[in-house]
C-alpha cells in the first residue's frame, strides 16, 4: 500500500514562505504525476499544482502560478512545493497525491493514493 507523508506546513506571516514536502513508500509501480491540492475552509478540495516524473513538466492554477514552484526528487519519491509571497488566501490543508496513469493532469479524481494532509495558515 502506498503511503504519503507530508511536511513542512505551519504558521506563517503574509509575504512569507514554506516548503512543503511529500514523501512516498511502498509504491510498486512508476509514478506518473505527484500533486499538490488544497482544501480550505467551506470550500472544495482544488488542485494546486503537479509534476510529471518523465520528463519533468509541471502544472499549476492560476491562483499560483508565479509564486509556488513544484519540484521532484525520483530517487527520493519525493516531491517539493516552495511556497512563496504567501497571502491569507492561501490558508488550507495542503494533499499530496500520486498517481500511476496520465490523463488530465488537474482531475483528482484521477488520483490514486493521497496522504493525510498539513495545515498551511498565513495570518495577515
Known amino acids: 500500500q502506498v503511503q504519503l507523508v507530508e511536511s513542512g506546513g505551519g504558521l506563517v506571516q503574509a509575504g512569507g514562505s514554506l516548503r512543503l514536502s511529500c514523501t512516498a513508500s511502498g509504491r510498486t509501480f512508476s509514478s506518473y504525476y505527484m500533486g499538490w491540492f488544497r482544501q480550505a475552509p467551506g470550500k472544495a478540495r482544488e488542485f494546486v499544482a503537479a509534476i510529471r516524473w518523465s520528463g519533468g513538466s509541471t502544472y499549476y492554477s492560476d491562483s499560483v502560478k508565479g509564486r509556488f514552484t513544484i519540484s521532484g526528487d525520483n530517487a527520493k519519491n519525493t516531491v517539493y512545493l516552495q511556497m512563496n509571497s504567501l497571502n491569507p488566501e492561501d490558508t488550507a490543508v495542503y494533499y499530496c497525491?500520486?498517481?500511476?496513469?496520465?490523463?488530465?493532469?488537474?482531475?483528482?479524481?484521477?488520483?490514486?493514493?493521497w496522504g493525510q494532509g498539513i495545515q498551511v495558515t498565513v495570518s495577515s
Open positions: 497525491a500520486d498517481r500511476q496513469y496520465s490523463g488530465n493532469v488537474y482531475t483528482q479524481g484521477l488520483y490514486d493514493y
